[in-house]
């Protein structure tokens, strides 16, 4: 889903299920907003918990030796930061609801 599926997604629910009526560049500027805050709160606590959805954390990742996928050479894979994502209960559930 591109940015502005998301935004007239998001204009339509808050039309449709809040009986509130938004602008498009409000919604955009709450997308912008929000990813700011959970790129912060990595940053700066390793972790954002995005209630009903899920929890993002940062996970360090060792130094290790890969393959060059073109030559097929041994390198060495530098330590960094990855991303992890747990889904909630209640996302996992509306995936897969009780019948």
Not at 26 to 44: G, I, M, P, T, Y
Not at 67 to 92: C, D, Q, W, Y
Request: hydrophobic content about 40%; proline content about 3%; overall charge positive.
């Amino acid at each position: 889903m591109r940015k502005s599926d998301q935004v007239d997604a998001m204009t339509q629910a808050m039309k449709i299920e809040y009986d509130r009526a938004v602008s498009k560049a409000d919604v955009n500027a709450f997308l912008d907003a929000f990813a700011q805050v959970c790129r912060k709160s990595l940053a700066e606590n390793g972790e954002f918990i995005f209630h009903g959805v899920g929890k993002f954390s940062v996970s360090d990742r060792k130094a290790r030796e890969g393959r060059n996928p073109a030559t097929g050479e041994p390198m060495t894979i530098a330590a960094h930061k990855g991303l992890r994502f747990s889904a909630s209960k209640v996302l996992k559930d509306s995936l897969n609801p009780k019948q």
